[in-house]
T-cell receptor
Framework: NAGVTQTPKFQVLKTGQSMTLQCAQD?????MYWYRQDPGMGLRLIYY?????TTDKGEVPNGYNVSRLNKREFSLRLESAAPSQTSVYFC????WGAGNTIYFGEGSWLTVV | DQQVKQNSPSLSVQEGRISILNCDYT??????FLWYKKYPAEGPTFLIS?????DKNEDGRFTVFLNKSAKHLSLHIVPSQPGDSAVYFC????????????FGTGTRLQVTL
């Protein structure tokens, strides 16, 4: 039972490089999310997709773009990586609507040097 | 502006005793609250939740209490076990935001033998 799968798990980038984090879920969930976790900051929402075909900014969207490719897949792109984007990134999914539990992937560790 | 606050970064409890983790929130629109548990190098996993129409929810050793007037919730773990050692995140959402969660900064629980 895979749940939410993220790739890559680890990545080192140079400042200015671009990359895409991939995420797929097999729970038939409508909503998908990208969070980042930094020391002392908890998890902060970058972007979310309430349903296929829609995307919205979260708390910290600057420097990121997202694509909801289909119901299963939601990717996060860094167009020009900066050291401030060094973080652990978590993809998550949930059924549509309020009051639903969000299920997380295992995380992607990104270092920008 | 931290809308969900966990003021204790860490907590140490002896095995068999009660662990009490606290969380405060400032947004009166929040109506659904969750606790997540996170082990190192893994994604957060859902533990227990409570709707604002309740003041208590219990699941085995875990109980969450909600005090709406004080904008405070707490997670009680009884009895605490060494496997409970992890970082615990409090999270909240409100009906108008699908399942978008706002997280606290986390409390690291250490259960000692």
């Amino acid at each position: 039972n895979a749940g939410v799968t993220q790739t890559p798990k680890f990545q080192v980038l140079k400042t200015g490089q671009s990359m895409t984090l991939q995420c797929a879920q097999d729970m038939n969930h409508n909503s998908m999310y990208w969070y980042r976790q930094d020391p002392g900051m908890g998890l902060r929402l970058i972007y979310y997709s309430a349903s296929e075909g829609t995307t919205d900014k979260g708390e910290v969207p600057n420097g990121y773009n997202v694509s909801r490719l289909n119901k299963r897949e939601f990717s996060l792109r860094l167009e020009s990586a900066a050291p401030s984007q060094t973080s652990v990134y978590f993809c998550a999914s949930s059924p549509w609507g309020a009051g639903n539990t969000i299920y997380f992937g295992e995380g992607s560790w990104l270092t920008v040097v | 502006d931290q809308q969900v606050k966990q003021n204790s970064p860490s907590l140490s409890v002896q095995e068999g005793r009660i662990s009490i983790l606290n969380c405060d929130y400032t947004n009166s629109m929040f109506d659904y609250f969750l606790w997540y548990k996170k082990y190192p190098a893994e994604g957060p996993t859902f533990l227990i939740s409570i709707s604002s129409i309740k003041d208590k929810n219990e699941d085995g050793r875990f109980t969450v209490f909600l005090n709406k007037s004080a904008k405070h919730l707490s997670l009680h773990i009884v009895p605490s076990q060494p496997g409970d050692s992890a970082v615990y995140f409090c999270a909240a959402s409100h009906t108008g935001t699908a399942s978008k969660l706002t997280f606290g900064t986390g409390t690291r629980l250490q259960v000692t033998l």
